[in-house]
């Protein structure tokens, strides 16, 4: 399959082209995840949760994951399959993909797909937000009722402590009730008009444990200047 991605670095660039292969590990932290060097603890809950999800993917990949010794990497790399439905990357404005005036590189890869988990990047944001994923208005109003009249918010249901038993056993539901609801995000062709595109205006992205030399079929010189951003700016 087709994908791409961005590097922020040359250093990544040339880690690639040295070595074979890039990596999301301690050298190359994801910049999103990692604020400040500080975790952001609220969106590690949904970066733990597709590490996991990709862990189940490659399973049976064995030579794969010894290879490149997988089951130690805690993270993945990101790539996009589509934005907004267009799938070449120089059909998108530039600074989607930063709004830091610098200089990027493009990689351009074919990937086999049983490497990669595809997911809707718009609903990969509910995970972010510990929200859950609902099909209908209903069902989300419904949900963020109880939560109300509960005196919760979905961020206290992973992150304050609750001393009652009783408590505990109902929060642990609610946690759940919304991690599973997650899973949504890998079903790229549902339509479902409640907070989804149509297929030929989303956005796909993809996950992959490692970004491989062999695989890179284009590699492009990106400038995003001072004067783009501001024009994006106003656009916006």
């Known amino acids: 399959m087709k994908v791409w991605t961005v590097l922020n670095t040359i250093e990544e660039y040339q880690q690639l082209i040295g070595n074979g292969y890039l990596c999301c590990d301690d050298s190359n932290k994801d910049t999103f ?14 970066y733990d949760w597709i590490s996991t999800k990709l862990r189940e993917h490659t399973l ?7 290879k490149f010794n997988i089951d130690m990497l805690r993270y993945p790399r990101w790539v996009w399959v589509q934005i907004e439905g ?10 989607f993909y930063s709004r830091i005036p610098k200089d990027y590189k493009v990689l351009i890869f074919n990937i086999n797909e049983n490497k990669l988990l595809l997911s809707d990047y718009d609903l990969w944001h509910c995970c972010l937000n510990i929200s859950k994923i609902c099909n209908n208005e209903h069902d989300d109003d419904e949900f963020y009722d109880r939560l109300k009249k509960l005196d919760l918010k979905t961020y206290d249901l992973f992150f304050r402590n609750f001393d009652n038993y009783l408590e505990k056993d109902l929060i642990y539901k609610l946690r759940k ?12 062709e549902d339509e479902t ?34 004067e ?6 106003e656009d916006v």
């Open 86 to 95: 267009k799938k070449n990357w120089d059909q998108i404005d530039k600074c």
């Open 228 to 233: 783009d951003v501001d024009k994006y700016n």
């Open 60 to 66: 049976n990949l064995l030579e794969y994951r010894q």
């Open 193 to 226: 008009e409640f907070c989804r595109y149509k297929n030929e205006e989303k956005t796909i992205q993809g996950n992959v444990w490692v970004l491989e030399k062999k695989d890179l079929i284009d590699v492009i010189d990106l400038n995003i200047s001072q």
């Open 33 to 46: 995840l990692y604020y400040e060097g500080n975790i952001e603890k609220q969106f590690k809950l949904g």
């Open 177 to 188: 009730e919304i991690i599973d609801s997650w899973d949504e995000i890998f079903d790229i």
